[in-house]
Each structure stands twice: as C-alpha cells, then as structure tokens.
C-alpha cells in the first residue's frame, strides 16, 4: 500500500489542524493505521494509532483530550484532527500502515507516507 500525507501548515498556537492520509490499495481497510512524528532534532514518536475497523483507536498522554484519529475505509483514508495545537506540536507527521493489530512501535509499521510538516506557533 501507499500512502500520501497532507493537511499541513502554520497555524497559531490554540488552533486546529486536521491531516489526511490518502491510501492507495484494494486492502487499505485490513490495514491498522498510524500517524508518529518527529521534531528537529528528536526521534519519532507515536502519536495515535486505530484498528482496521476503527473500533479502536489510542493515542500518546501528550495528546489525548487534542487529537482524534479517525478513518473513512470508503475513501481509503485516515485522518488526524488536531485541536488546540501547541508549540510543542511541531513536527513532521508520518502516517504508516500495519498489515495486523495496532501497535505504537513504529518498527511494527512496514508502510510510510512521506511526511506533511506542521509549524504551531507561539
């Protein structure tokens, strides 16, 4: 499968961003999906992730109560929509793709979009 990020940008501290990941692939819907990150300087870090059929979904501390990862199997598509954004939230975000269950292990992932960077400033 692959994948193709978009949805980034600049945007003020207390916005809102959502990011989709458009997937190519008659299997997209046995995939688990993920969206990691990775800031100047740092390693990448899981941020949510859901289940093929959407009924689960979970997400870093740093996060939860901001951003909701959800997923459209109709549209090949998974979405991150970002709320009350913080400075802390720059980063290029990745999606990526699981043949399997969920996991916050980015080594778990075999699939890759190219990244869309977000500028959240303060």
């Known amino acids: 499968v692959q994948l193709q990020a978009s949805g980034g940008g600049l945007v003020q501290a207390g916005g809102s961003l959502r990011l989709s990941c458009a997937a190519s692939?008659?299997?997209?819907?046995?995939?688990?999906m993920a969206w990691f990150r990775q800031a100047p300087g740092k390693e990448r870090e899981f941020v949510a992730t859901?289940?093929?059929?959407?009924?689960?979904?979970t997400c870093t501390d740093s996060v939860k109560g901001r951003f909701t990862i959800s997923r459209d199997n109709a549209k090949n598509t998974v979405y991150l929509q970002m709320n009350m954004l913080k400075s802390e939230d720059t980063a290029v975000y990745y999606c990526?793709?699981?043949?399997?269950?969920?996991?916050?292990?980015?080594?778990?992932?075999?699939?890759w979009g190219q990244g869309t960077l977000v500028t959240v400033s303060s």
């Open positions: 859901i289940s093929w059929s959407g009924a689960t979904t």
């Open positions: 692939g008659r299997t997209f819907s046995r995939y688990a």
């Open positions: 990526a793709a699981h043949n399997g269950l969920v996991y916050s292990d980015p080594i778990r992932y075999e699939h």
